[in-house]
């Protein structure tokens, strides 16, 4: 158990390294996010009863979006060499594996996405209890897409336009967290990610053994 957590923490380390020595990636998704969030109210009337039953709507899709930019590359890069057969092959479970590679993914675009939320919120003209209500519908509904967007990329492992194909099968699941999420009901944004993490793991590796034959 104790080397099961300790190679769990080197994964993460490792995918932050990794990510960083590629954080043109980062950077980028996240200002596409304020990008795509920062336009609707310039584009729309300015009042803000107007843009308040939209706000929640715009930076939950806003989201989405950018989460899916980059991350059909999830497991590419390792494909391309060679760490991901030797990650297939340590005793450490391929289920802890994966959600090493998501936890890590959160760290590096989740949780620089839920703080920047509440300040594009107050473009909306939200108030401070629905920035935070929010921000803590994206605590619970970042982690969906970045584990949906796992099982995507390992489900188009290795084929021709896969980033697009990802996206076809991402946006259909992420439509119940967005629902859920742009309204506001953090209860059920919270049972949907349960649910995520209930199958989303064990999708991602069966793709991934799959894919590698």
């Known amino acids: 158990m104790k080397s099961h957590w300790t190679m769990f923490r080197w994964l993460i380390w490792r995918e932050v390294l990794l990510a960083w020595r590629r954080k043109t990636d980062l950077i980028s998704a996240l200002a596409f996010f ?6 609707f109210p310039l584009g729309l009337d300015p ?36 760490s991901l057969d030797h990650l297939l092959l340590t005793p450490q479970p391929l289920i802890l594996t994966i959600i090493g590679k998501a936890a890590a993914q ?6 620089p996405l839920i703080l920047m939320s509440p300040l594009l919120g107050f ?5 401070s209890a629905e920035a935070w209500q929010l921000t803590v519908s994206l605590v619970f509904g970042v982690p969906i897409l970045i584990l949906l967007n796992a099982a995507g990329a390992a489900l188009t492992l290795g084929m021709h336009g896969g980033g697009l194909l990802s996206a076809l099968i991402v946006l259909p699941l992420s439509i119940p967290s967005l629902v859920f999420g742009a309204a506001g009901n953090i209860s059920l944004v919270g049972a949907v990610l349960a649910l995520t993490l209930a199958f989303a793991p064990w999708a991602t590796a069966a793709a991934l053994r799959v894919s590698l034959g």
């Open 47 to 82: 009042d803000p009863r107007l843009l308040r039953p939209l706000g929640g709507g715009v930076l939950w899709v806003s989201a989405l979006l950018a989460t899916l930019l980059g991350f059909h590359r999830m497991f590419a890069c390792d494909l391309a060499d060679g």
């Open 34 to 39: 304020a990008i795509i969030a920062s336009l």
């Open 106 to 111: 959160f760290l590096l675009i989740g949780v």
């Open 123 to 127: 473009q909306y003209g939200m108030t």
